[in-house]
């Protein structure tokens, strides 16, 4: 795993299998936490960004909250 920061980016480079524990971990917090306002859309928010360019991934529905 490598990690570098470019144009205020960070890059990251893994193996496959520890980008799918990196998901793992994200789909784990999420479910620990819906209850709590605003966890949930910002984790699948994330993994949405995460996997774009991704033809293997189905995004989720991120719903808009009112305040």
């Known amino acids: 795993m490598s990690y570098r920061e470019e144009n205020e980016q960070v890059i990251l480079s893994m193996s496959k299998e520890d ?7 994200l ?4 479910v620990l936490h819906l209850a709590r306002p605003g966890h949930t859309e910002r984790i699948c928010a994330l993994m949405n ?5 991704n033809p ?3 995004p989720y529905q991120v719903e808009e909250r009112k305040s």
């Open 27 to 30: 789909a784990s917090f999420t």
């Open 19 to 25: 980008y799918e524990t990196v998901l793992a971990a």
């Open 56 to 58: 293997h991934y189905t």
């Open 49 to 53: 960004r995460l996997n774009s360019g």
